[in-house]
T-cell receptor
């Protein structure tokens, strides 16, 4: 158990809908990262937050957004969902110093 | 741009045999390198990491990896594989500025009894 929690574990929704994925980092970690794992793209970095502020952006679609709250949990919002958004979404956290990222169990999203 | 290559998509070994999974990276500066393992339906578990110092690093579950700068490689090894090691293994490099992990495509390990 990495100490990073993600909810929900599974999510099934329809095209055009909006969903929110939630992540709680390890105790004391200030950085949260979001990654997407899909069969065709592999594991791709989406976005990073550090202590509430956006720190880095990767291949994140404009339909996707994220935020990190004062209690350091983070949410990834996916809107206008398409079939191709079906993937496993991972959250990771680090203390912002040593840069080792610890991953949560992921949220499996299926868009029908 | 940084990249990670795992040339073997799928490897099959017998239980008790030795294992080596290959990883090559492309990165201009001194890389921070990681190996993660993903069991079916599970998240990514950190096996080991290399930041600096001794080029042979030990990890959990009996795994080790050797950083070879001259070959831009960071191969993962285990002297004797157990059936429970069957999983997908990912090599990753951390970019210094963005703090994001760039992953290889993964190597799926199958262990035969």
């Amino acid at each position: 158990d990495s100490g990073v929690t993600q909810t929900p574990k599974h999510l099934i929704t329809a095209t055009g809908q909006r969903v929110t994925l939630r992540c709680s980092p390890r105790s004391g970690d200030l950085s949260v990262y979001w990654y997407q794992q899909s069969l065709d793209q592999g594991l791709q970095f989406l976005i990073q937050y550090y202590n509430g502020e956006e720190r880095a952006k990767g291949n994140i679609l404009e339909r996707f957004s994220a935020q990190q709250f004062p209690d350091l949990h983070s949410e990834l919002n996916l809107s206008s969902l398409e079939l191709g958004d079906s993937a496993l979404y991972f959250c990771a956290s680090s203390d912002g110093g040593e840069e080792t990222q610890y991953f949560g169990p992921g949220t499996r999203l299926l868009v029908l | 741009a940084q990249s990670v290559t795992q040339p073997d998509i799928h490897i099959t070994v017998s239980e008790g045999a030795s294992l080596e999974l290959r990883c090559n990276y492309s990165y201009g500066a001194t890389p921070y390198l990681f190996w993660y393992v993903q069991s079916p339906g599970q998240g990514l578990q950190l096996l080991l990491k290399y930041f600096s110092g001794d080029t042979l690093v030990q990890g959990i579950k009996g795994f080790e990896a050797e950083f070879k700068r001259s070959q831009s490689s960071f191969n993962l090894r285990k002297p004797s594989v157990h059936w429970s090691d069957a999983a997908e293994y990912f090599c990753a490099v951390l970019t210094g500025t963005a703090s994001k992990l760039t992953f290889g495509t993964g190597t799926r390990l199958q262990v035969t009894l």
